[in-house]
């Protein structure tokens, strides 16, 4: 498939596709730290991650309309507000659903799948009928939009650039959360055993309403992120999450820094597949190839052998 | 006569159940239907097919698979590529720049038959791919994760990116699957014009047959010690197998069985709708029979036939008036079954009609006869009709919820 | 030691050189004993000392690093669980681990050594010699007035006992218990005692226990691991004079 193509073509070629995997790959990691963090921490699915997500998009969207229409003279810095907002919208949200539906289903990991699917779905027609069927986008901040020219062949858009360092950050600050703070020490704590983080006065109740919360919380700034590389619709989140959970489940699901590796390559893996073949069979081969691999590691890149 | 055990079987408490089932799908619904809604029945009924295999696999094994929709498509595309080609004669396609081949290739600039098309000239291969096909993959499937120990949560995702996948697949290779609208416009089956309402009707009442083909192969499954394993594989999975079963093996044969349904639910959906997409296939669809199941009760058989029935016998409802509230309407099932009933209808069968049942059955008659599926030796015979309570509480102490 | 200079084929168990680790951690830790036919052995040792993971790796639950089991001569290391099941060796785990759902009569059915492969237990009757072995097993573990009884409405005790019955009607060689008088009343645990050694006239028992008076009653030789190893072995006499044992329970 190389055939036709010169060299420095084709080291072009892989640069420019390895950024445009980098958007991809961006989403990826911001969707996928929330999932991580929900399913890995706590082990349940949460099928309406992607609408959470959506959620924060369309937060962004209001919050960019709404500096466009009172305070066009901030709008160069509404994306950090709206990012703010998608956070407390998305977190309120999560906190409600695990006090409402997810807690009761602790044990029955399986029916926290189904449950938050038919929340997907109630998402989805809601977003339909105060949005709209059709796609929404913002309007880019100026500073946002250009390229920096790196080589004559390769342009690396600004937008681009960005969401890739906020994923990044998020990413980093979600590590310090669960790693060397004391409240992530809780939720480690609740994760490895209930009964004896209850019994040393750990409110586990509040971390599991918390963690999950922060889980969605993080789905919502994904969702921020996604309004500056691409258009919101209702339906936007599901195309993600499958391959959201490939990710997870991939990278090892306790594993963040596997769940950072695992989307890289995932998302460059089809990003540049993408530019020899259709995009459909470059997104097949992605996926058949991460399945096989599971089918022969189960356990996912990254996870520790533990103990069975 | 009377004496016969089928007549036995059928006057217990679970043969009227099924007897009632029958006369529903065989009396009641043809003769208040026209042959329109008849067909639309004959539809939500190919689904109780994967419903059923969901059951036997989710419900009793405990292995979620959200890619029942695969095996569904499967059977149904190889049913749709046999009726195709036979649509597709040389006569009937003479415009096309290469006669004989489906339009959507023709379209396609594709020239000649591609090679895992020819197979599905004959009608034998067809029947018995319809059903192998599936089986082969759920086995595949099967064997890589069962021997692996994936279960759970894993085993639902990746069978959900299988789902993916093979939609994918099918829509990107337009060429060779007639891409996002499928396999259209068939017509004939063997010269029998599939497309006529008494075609249809007929149809119907194959459908309804083979569903209780269906049924009773799984009814037959969980009266006998395999299907006790299945279940107790479900919540002691070590414990089997340090009895000494090969807990593998069995979540393979389960799966299979489920594909193998869902593979004759899909032909015969093909058969029934005249045509097969992609969009019978995917991630939606797939996890949309899910609910099928979890609706008439994860763990009742018969209540999966009623579950599928249902649950797309509201969807056609609400999509003719209102439309915008069925994401609602699904959605609150989802969570309305799994956090309120988890045992379906089935269950709320169980806790309140049987207790009126039960009232009425009394005051009937005081000492129900009650026969055994198991052959039983005739010292076994008094023993039981000495205790009161049998050893098989699958017949004796009769639940919707379980059966 | 004295042991290991008889052939290992004398030996209904021989373990020789057991080693597991787990992320560098070895639970257990260049490990040999050796079980004569109808012996009943005990293993005790301090918490952690990797007794159940002995148990796991004998039954295949856990995979040995290195080092060899043979039963009857046979590797197991190599086997999958069930077909170590299948060569003779049964296992009872720590907490009762019976069918909830099935009754009494249902579990033991399902135990019942025939209709293992998918086919078979499609196939599989329930004829008059499977209820009447079940029957005798019931007799057994003191359940035969219990068989219609779900297992969900046994005490603590019978489903120890019950999980006892699901092993001796597989008709194992070796019977492996963990901590089978764990929570039980001190009746229970004379019964479970006499249980034992009805089961022992026909079985080589393997048990892994705390409490020691039972130990005393049962233990035809007793093996003390600690850190992975053994410690001593012997007679129950013999390891509760053992400095090293002495310093072990009472050291710190």
């Given at each position: 498939m190389f055939d036709g193509y010169t060299t420095s073509e084709l080291m072009s070629i892989f640069a420019m596709q390895g950024f445009a995997g980098l958007s991809l790959f961006s989403v990826f990691v911001l969707m996928a730290l929330g999932l991580a963090i929900i399913f890995?921490?706590?082990?349940?699915?949460?099928?309406?991650h992607g609408e959470f997500m959506i959620l924060g998009a369309y937060t962004t969207y209001l919050t960019s309309s709404a500096f466009q229409s009172y305070l066009p003279g901030l709008f160069g810095g509404y994306f950090f507000v709206a990012m703010i907002f998608a956070f407390l919208v998305c977190a309120a949200l999560g906190a409600f659903i695990e006090w409402a539906m997810v807690r009761h289903l602790y044990r029955r990991p399986l029916d926290t799948l189904l449950a938050t699917w038919g929340l997907s779905l109630i998402l989805q027609q809601a977003y339909r009928t105060i949005f709209g069927a059709r796609e929404v986008g913002v309007t880019l901040p100026e500073w946002m939009m250009g390229s920096i020219q790196v080589t004559d062949m390769v342009d690396l858009p600004i937008n681009g650039l960005f969401v890739m360092i906020i994923a990044l950050s998020i990413a980093l600050a979600v590590y310090f959360l669960m790693y060397r703070s004391g409240w992530g020490k809780k939720v480690r704590a609740v994760v490895q055993n209930r009964p004896m983080a209850e019994a040393v006065g750990i409110n586990s109740a509040g971390v599991d309403r918390a963690t999950f919360a922060l889980g969605c919380g993080i789905a919502g700034i994904a969702g921020a992120a996604f309004t500056m590389i691409g258009s919101t619709g209702p339906s936007s989140g599901q195309a993600y999450i499958v391959d959201t959970f490939l990710v997870v489940v991939f990278g090892g699901a306790q594993s963040l820094i596997g769940t950072i590796v695992s989307a890289f390559g995932i998302s460059q893996a089809q990003s540049t597949l993408e530019f020899f073949l259709s995009g459909s069979m470059a997104k097949v081969i992605t996926l058949l190839v991460v399945v096989g691999i599971l089918m022969l590691r189960p356990e996912g890149l990254m996870a520790l052998k533990i103990r069975r | 006569m009377k004496d016969s055990p089928v007549v036995k079987w059928l006057i217990s408490r679970e043969g009227l159940y099924y007897l009632a089932l029958a006369v529903l799908l065989v009396v009641v619904l043809p003769v208040a239907l026209d042959a329109f809604r008849l067909n639309m029945v004959g539809k939500y009924l190919t689904y109780a097919f994967v419903a059923i295999g969901l059951v036997m696999c989710?419900?009793?094994?405990?292995i979620l698979s959200l890619g029942q929709g695969v095996f569904f498509g499967l059977g149904g595309y190889c049913m749709a590529m046999y009726l195709k080609l036979e649509a597709s004669t040389p006569e009937a396609t003479?415009?096309?720049?290469?006669?004989?081949?489906p339009d959507f290739m023709d379209w396609n600039q594709i020239t000649a038959l591609p090679w895992f098309w020819e197979p599905f000239n004959s009608f034998a291969f067809t029947l018995i791919a319809v059903i192998g096909v599936p089986v082969l993959l759920a086995f595949i499937i099967g064997v890589a994760m069962f021997t692996r120990r994936v279960g759970g949560v894993y085993f639902a995702i990746i069978t959900q990116a299988i789902a993916a996948i093979l939609t994918i697949l099918i829509i990107g290779q337009q060429g060779y699957t007639g891409g996002i609208n499928g396999i259209t416009d068939l017509r004939t089956l063997m010269g029998w014009d599939i497309r006529t309402d008494e075609a249809k009707t007929s149809l119907y009442f194959v459908t309804v047959a083979l569903l209780f083909v269906c049924l009773f192969v799984a009814r037959l499954i969980q009266q006998r010690k395999l299907g006790r394993i299945l279940v107790a594989m479900n919540t002691q999975e070590t414990r089997v197998r340090f009895s000494g079963y090969d807990v593998a093996a069995f979540k393979i044969f389960v799966f299979c069985l489920a594909a193998a349904f869902a593979g004759i639910g899909g032909a015969l959906f093909t058969l029934s709708v005249g045509f097969m997409s992609p969009s019978f296939i995917g991630i939606v669809a797939s996890i949309e029979m899910v609910i099928f199941c979890a609706l008439g009760g994860r763990l009742s058989i018969l209540g999966a036939v009623y579950g599928a029935l249902l649950v797309n016998a509201a969807k056609s409802g609400f999509s003719e008036s209102f439309p915008e509230l069925w994401p609602f309407a699904m959605g609150a099932l989802f969570i309305g079954v799994v956090l309120a009933f988890p045992n379906g209808l089935a269950g709320l069968y169980q806790t309140y009609v049987m207790p009126l049942e039960d009232r009425l059955f009394r005051r009937k008659s005081g000492a129900r006869g009650v026969p055994r599926a198991e052959s039983a030796t005739p010292v076994q015979a008094r023993e039981q009709a000495a205790?009161?309570?049998?050893?098989?509480?699958?017949?004796?102490?009769?639940?919707p919820e379980k059966s | 030691m004295r042991a290991a200079k008889r052939h290992s084929k004398d030996f209904l168990l021989a373990v020789e050189g057991l080693t597991v680790s787990f992320d560098g951690f070895k639970a257990v830790d260049d490990l040999s004993f050796y079980l004569d036919p109808n012996e009943i052995r005990v293993i005790i040792g301090p918490n952690g000392a990797g007794k159940t993971t002995v148990l796991d790796l004998i039954c295949g639950k856990t995979r040995a690093t290195s080092g060899s089991i043979r039963f009857q001569g046979r590797e197991l290391t190599k086997m999958k669980e069930h077909q170590i099941v299948h060569s003779g060796v049964g296992r009872k785990f720590q907490t009762p681990s019976v069918?909830?759902?099935?009754t009494v009569f249902e579990n033991l059915e399902v135990s019942y050594p025939q209709g293992h492969s998918v086919m078979g237990a499609l196939a599989f009757k329930r004829d008059l010699a499977v209820v009447e072995e079940i029957q005798t097993v019931a007799r057994t573990i003191f359940l035969e007035d219990m068989l219609e009884q779900p297992a969900s409405l046994l005490s603590h005790g019978q489903k120890q006992w019950l999980e006892i019955g699901m092993l001796l009607i597989q008709k194992p060689k070796l019977i492996m218990l963990d901590e089978p008088v764990a929570g039980m009343s001190v009746v229970e645990r004379q019964k479970t005692a006499e249980l034992l050694k009805v089961i022992t006239k026909e079985h080589t028992v393997l048990v892994i226990e705390h409490d020691m008076q039972f130990v005393g009653d049962i233990a035809d030789r007793v093996t003390v691991m600690h850190q992975g190893k053994v410690l001593s072995e012997g007679s129950i006499e013999h390891v509760k004079s053992d400095p090293k044992v002495i310093e072990v329970y009472l050291g710190h």
């Open positions: 890995g921490q706590m082990g349940v699915i949460n099928m309406a | 989710w419900g009793k094994a405990g003479a415009i096309q720049s290469t006669p004989g081949i205790k009161a309570g049998d050893y098989d509480p699958m017949i004796d102490q009769y639940s | 069918f909830e759902d099935l």
